[in-house]
């Protein structure tokens, strides 16, 4: 079955850049979704289709895709971007086709 | 505006069975497929299963295949998942999903389920 790969934490201070990356065989052939999840609170789609932002998410939050690396780019971050992160593909290469989600990254604003 | 309401959620022994519900609204629901991923506490997220809009198909993950059965009521706006044969494992926070672009999802707030041994 498809993996995803991404570091287990993440840390940058205030203002700078965050990039969290999300490794897969050939991910860049895939269209890739990263999700934010706050304590306590569900998921919610911050980037789809690689680098396309659903409405209300500011334009700090990009993403790019290509070869065997995604990458999710939080700009100016602040404090209250601090969050798991998870990446996510539909997998229809195996013989159990389905989404499949990266082990998430824990983004810590020092 | 999107809403997914889960419940259906509890406490169950090992070996029971549980039917989750989740209504939607703010949406046309028979235009979408939908979706059913769990989080065990503290961890990640696991997908489980998917369903399309007219409920023709449906696709399970490898751990819950034989199990769990998905299933939709476009008449009542609502997705099911029956859990059989549920193990300790199986204890998780359920949540059901709207799909969008490319399969990606658009969450609800989830349902405890816990599987006592």
């Known amino acids: 079955s498809y993996v995803l790969t991404q570091p287990p934490s993440v840390s940058v201070a205030p203002g700078q850049t965050a990039r969290i990356t999300c490794g897969g065989n050939?991910?860049?052939?895939?269209?890739v979704h990263w999700y934010q999840q706050k304590p306590g609170q569900a998921p919610v789609l911050v980037v789809y289709?690689?680098?396309d932002r659903p409405s209300g998410i500011p334009e700090r939050f990009s993403g790019s895709n290509s070869g065997n690396t995604a990458t999710l780019t939080i700009s100016r971050v602040e404090a209250g971007d601090e969050a798991d992160y998870y990446c996510?593909?539909?997998?229809?290469?195996?013989?159990?086709?389905?989404?499949?989600f990266g082990g998430g990254t824990k983004l810590t604003v020092l | 505006e999107v809403q997914l309401v889960e419940s259906g959620g509890g406490v169950v022994q090992s070996g029971g069975s549980l039917r989750l519900s989740c209504a939607a609204s703010?949406?046309?629901?028979?235009?979408?497929?939908m979706h059913w991923v769990r989080q065990t506490p503290g961890k990640g997220l696991e997908w489980v299963s998917l369903?399309?809009?007219?409920?023709?198909?449906?696709y399970y993950a490898a751990s819950v295949k034989g199990r769990f059965t998905i299933s939709r009521d476009n008449s009542k706006n609502s997705l099911y998942l029956q859990m059989n044969s549920l193990r300790p494992e199986d204890t998780a926070l359920y949540y059901c999903?709207?799909?969008?672009?490319?399969?990606?999802?658009?969450w609800g707030q989830g349902t405890l389920v816990t599987v006592s041994s």
């Open positions: 289709d690689d680098s």
């Open positions: 996510q593909v539909w997998d229809s290469s195996s013989d159990h086709p389905g989404v499949v």
């Open positions: 050939n991910i860049g052939s895939k269209s």
């Open positions: 369903i399309s809009g007219d409920g023709v198909s449906t």
């Open positions: 999903a709207k799909e969008g672009h490319s399969r990606s999802l658009v």
């Open positions: 703010g949406f046309t629901f028979d235009d979408y497929a």
